[in-house]
């Protein structure tokens, strides 16, 4: 027992040093951790982070490895290390049921708002659990939290965590100042002011308290208080943005306050909002510049506000046009007063605007729409609203604006329209459309001007132009009419007076009344030696004389032409030679015909006068002399007039001289050649005598029938009923004439008056409109070869074919008219739509030729000189020829009429523009609105340089207006569309890369 005893007490005395060494080994690890954490807590973080790193890799157990890593993770957080963050996440993701692990949520939340990461902080503090917070723990998170919800746009949540802490003493008037200006932000001033009130003299947050409070003094409409603030603020801050804020609520208070001259500095000082200024800031400075008397300041801000659709954009584009009014800029203040009244926010502006719209559409014209229609309007939306002086506008404006149409139907609508109004603007449409050359659309409105009788000299003049229209649709009769009726009236001051003189002498020559012709020529003559047709009226008067058998007073008529060395002098000088012989002056004949000849090469009237000539010498016994002139038109003119005509007469020279077998030949080459022609059956006729004298008729029958004429014992029924159809036709009794002449083709289709009766039938058909039934008719006339109604045919068949727009088919017809006419009237016809036919066919160079034969031309009328111009013009245009072009725009404006005049007012501004003047080319589109806007299409391409100009003046509102405008008003002209939607794009493109 005892030895056992011993035992025991040597084993625990051997024991007890090693105890004692474990002892003391934890001892010393407690009293080092113990350090670490005591260094860690006296905030010697680098001391503690230290030992705990020492420890971390001593550290036997989970424990001790888990605290060492916390603190040295925590200590890393305090001294703002590099990976700071990464350590401490380590650590919770090694660690995730660690004891430490709220607080370590906690202070990584802490680190990241220290560093001012609030996004970051947001996210470690979702993950702190509040309950193990302590006191003052809880309320730096509660300040840290909220403020970092704050500053991230979260202010419903934000407050609720601030409000935790408004009455911390370290936090509390933080807290207040966040809480203020979310309650700011929220326009509720009341609890935002309650909450500044707390902030107390904290230096740091008072510095843009100011800023607040004037703000919202300034939202609560008291602007004194806001500008105490607001100047205040701006002596305490140096931040641009600030000051840049400040600036814009001291500017508008004053303007509130009506104190412009202050507010202006200001408001010039205010930056806006990231560079970016709204139409709101834009009025303001623009209105005080406004009433400062600053106009053109005004414009530069009032044209920054583009595309806006409230009340301030409506009283900025009012005050604009009052800019614009005031500086002398009608046509941007006719856009901006268009643009104001087209709003619906402020009744009185619309309504003030809308009237000097009015105003200016008649002062200055108005492409957009009618001027008419613009007074109109404002008449029917305010009836009681200077009714009197609209009155008068919209009289005046029914004439000066050229929307004539337009007129009519607002004064047809109108009870009260004064009827001299009434028959002065429906006389000025009908001469628009007769300008226009719409001659069957301008009688009935001459009509109606004619049949008021409320203004005399509109009546007279509607008379007078109602004939002119009518002698232009070839009504001679009721041209005549209404000349007479003009001339009657006596209303010899008007310069429609000898036009109607000299329309009524043509209106009886082409009835072929020649003795009443006669009597209106001479008036015209002797009343008018200076007039341009005075030659033509004497060379008309000559033929009216010749036609009723007064040859001695033809030839003076026809010597006074000759004398002027006049356009138709050949046609006067072959006329004289023919009188000549008719009374019985054979030798003067002969010597004028000859002196023709040689004078006159290039005569129409050539070949009349060879014809003529051979057949005198014929009838003087001089055959050589006939037969040289005969061979010299069948070689000169092989399918002329006189061709056929010739050969028979040499074929019966031959046979007379009993040259029989040349005759023969003769003969029946003229049968050949000329089938259809009266000449081929004569030469039938002549050439039986010949075989009956030879004693061949067996040869003269197959000869015959092989030919298929009309047998020549027919010719009796033939001629009988002809002539008893052409005595109706002379005697005008068309409707027997009528089917008298289609029996006559219907029993003799190839007889020796078909190509004569065809004629006849042809004209009655065109003189009745039954158009269809005269082509086939006159086509055959033509087809049969050259006779004595080629000349007719032509001009009627040509009408016919321009009418359907059958170019191809009309080209060769208007050359041989123009080729063989010895008419001027008949040549310059054919000229001037061979000119058109060309154009049509964009063979400019024949165009262009056939335009300029027109202008060389003296006895052209007006009308066709500007045909001409315009044709040039356009050719030139077309072929890029521009300074060709300008020269003939500028000639055409000095005779263009309505469309015409439209189109040269709007190239000279499009010229213009090129050149750069770009306020001279608004000056013509201001005139090209005003004068001549009911031609539309014109009206919106002058819209479309407007706006190209106003560009070029650096006007930018006034150009994006005039385009947007012109996209919204005029669809029905997709060219122009195009050519605004292009300008547009351009001037975006342009604006992008200025602003770049």
């Not at 036709?729 to 078909?754: I, M, R, S, T």
């Not at 739509?833 to 034969?853: D, G, H, R, V």
């Not at 523009?913 to 770009?918: G, I, L």
């Amino acid at each position: 027992m005892k030895h056992r005893n011993w035992i025991l007490l040597a084993l625990l005395l051997l024991s007890s040093p090693l105890w004692a060494q474990r002892t003391a080994r934890y001892t010393d690890r407690d009293a080092r951790l113990k350090k670490a954490r005591s260094l860690y807590q006296q905030e010697q973080y680098k001391a503690a982070q230290h030992l705990f790193k020492q420890e971390l890799f001593k550290a036997n157990t989970l424990a001790d490895k888990e605290l060492c890593s916390y603190y040295i993770a925590s200590a890393a957080i305090r001294l703002r290390q590099q990976g700071a963050d990464k350590l401490m996440t380590q650590y919770l993701k090694d660690y995730p049921t660690s004891s430490y692990a709220a607080q370590a949520n906690l202070e990584v939340g802490d680190y990241y708002f220290d560093k001012g990461d609030t996004k970051t902080a947001i996210l470690w503090y979702d993950k702190v659990e509040i309950p193990t917070l302590s006191t003052k723990q809880k309320e730096k998170f509660d300040f840290q939290y909220g403020y970092a919800l704050f500053a991230h746009g979260d202010k419903e949540t934000a407050q609720q965590y601030l409000s935790q802490v408004k009455n911390s003493k370290e936090y509390g008037k933080k807290a207040a100042y966040y809480l203020g200006y979310i309650a700011y932000d929220a326009d509720d001033y009341q609890k935002a002011n309650d909450f500044f009130q707390q902030v107390g003299e904290e230096k740091e947050l008072n510095k843009n308290l100011s800023y607040y409070q004037a703000d919202m003094n300034f939202k609560q409409g008291n602007f004194q208080k806001a500008l105490q603030e607001g100047l205040l603020q701006l002596e305490k801050t140096n931040n641009p943005q600030y000051r840049s804020e400040i600036n814009k609520i001291i500017g508008e208070s004053y303007f509130n306050l009506k104190e412009y001259t202050k507010a202006i500095p200001y408001l010039e000082a205010y930056k806006g909002k990231n560079g970016a200024y709204t139409n709101t800031d834009l009025y303001y400075l623009g209105f005080a510049y406004y009433k400062q008397g600053e106009y053109q300041k005004a414009i530069g801000q009032f044209n920054r506000i583009i595309n806006g659709k409230n009340e301030v954009a409506q009283n900025a584009y009012y005050h604009l046009a009052q800019c614009y009014l005031k500086t002398d800029q009608k046509q941007q203040a006719l856009n901006a007063f268009r643009n104001a009244y087209q709003m619906n926010f402020v009744p009185a502006i619309k309504q003030d605007a809308h009237l000097n719209y009015a105003r200016l559409s008649y002062d200055i014209g108005n492409a957009y729409e009618s001027t008419p229609k613009v007074i109109q309007s404002y008449m029917d939306t305010y009836p009681n609203s200077h009714t009197e002086e609209l009155k008068g506008l919209l009289v005046d404006s029914y004439i000066t604006s050229g929307g004539y149409r337009e007129a009519l139907d607002l004064l047809e609508k109108s009870a009260t329209a004064d009827p001299k109004i009434r028959q002065k603007v429906a006389f000025l449409y009908a001469m628009q459309l007769y300008g226009d050359a719409k001659f069957k659309e301008a009688l009935p409105y001459f009509e109606q001007a004619k049949k008021s009788q409320a203004d005399a000299e509109f009546q007279a003049r509607a008379t007078y132009w109602s004939g002119e229209t009518a002698y232009q649709l070839h009504l001679y009769p009721e041209a005549q009419k209404d000349f007479s009726a003009f001339l009657q009236g006596g209303h010899t001051s008007l310069v429609e007076y000898p036009k109607a003189l000299y329309g009524l002498a043509y209106a009886l020559f082409n009835q072929k009344k020649y003795a009443e012709a006669a009597e209106y020529f001479a008036k015209y003559a002797q009343t008018h030696p200076e007039a341009l047709r005075l030659s033509d009226a004497y060379l008309r008067l000559g033929d009216c004389n010749f036609a009723t058998g007064k040859y001695w007073p033809a030839m003076e008529a026809y010597d006074k032409v000759i004398a002027a060395k006049a356009t138709n002098t050949d046609y006067a000088a072959f006329q004289k030679a023919i009188s000549y012989g008719i009374v019985d002056r054979v030798p003067k004949k002969i010597e004028a015909l000859t002196a023709f000849i040689q004078d006159y090469p290039q005569s129409n009237l050539r070949e009349d006068a060879l014809y003529e000539l051979a057949n005198t010498y014929v009838n003087q016994g001089k055959p050589e002399k006939a037969s040289e002139l005969y061979n010299t038109l069948k070689t000169q003119y092989k399918d002329g007039t006189y061709t056929v005509r010739a050969m028979l007469r040499e074929g019966l020279m031959l046979y007379n001289k009993n040259e029989n077998e040349k005759a023969l030949a003769l003969f029946k080459e003229i049968t050949k050649k000329y089938p259809s022609s009266p000449e081929a059956l004569q030469a039938v006729s002549t050439a039986k005598n010949i075989y009956a004298e030879q004693g061949k008729m067996e040869e003269y029958a197959a000869w015959a029938k092989g030919l298929g004429y009309v047998k020549v014992s027919d010719s009796e029924l033939d001629s009988a009923a002809f002539e008893a159809a052409e005595r109706l036709y002379v005697q005008h009794k068309k409707q027997e004439a009528k089917p008298a002449l289609e029996k006559y083709l219907k029993d003799f289709p190839k007889g020796a008056n078909a190509a004569q009766a065809r004629f006849y039938l042809a004209q009655l058909y065109f003189e009745d409109n039954q158009k269809a039934q005269a082509r086939p008719l006159y086509e055959k006339v033509l087809e049969d070869g050259r006779n004595e109604y080629s000349e007719q045919v032509l001009l009627r068949l040509s009408h016919i074919y321009l009418e359907k727009d059958e170019t191809e088919k009309v080209l060769p017809l208007l050359k041989e008219l123009e080729k063989t006419s010895p008419v001027l009237q008949n040549v310059i016809f054919a000229r001037s739509n061979l000119m058109s036919c060309f154009y049509k066919q964009k063979n400019y160079p024949e165009a262009i030729a056939y335009a300029q034969k027109i202008l060389a031309e003296k006895a052209v009328e007006e009308r066709l000189k500007s045909d001409a111009h315009v044709i040039l013009a356009r050719a030139y245009m077309a072929t890029g020829a521009e300074a060709e072009a300008e020269k003939e725009y500028a000639l055409l404006r000095k005779s263009a009429t309505d469309a015409l005049m439209a189109e040269a007012l709007y190239y000279d501004a499009y010229f213009k523009n090129k050149a750069k003047q770009y306020k001279k080319s608004n000056e013509v589109v201001q005139k090209l609105a005003k004068e001549y806007g009911g031609y539309k299409e014109f009206s919106a391409k002058g819209l479309v340089l407007m706006a190209k100009n106003f560009y070029g003046l650096k006007d930018l509102y006034q150009a994006n207006y005039i385009l947007s405008s012109v996209l919204e008003n005029f669809k029905d002209y997709p060219e122009v569309i195009q050519e605004a939607q292009e300008a547009m794009k351009l001037i975006k493109t342009n604006e992008k890369k200025s602003n770049k």
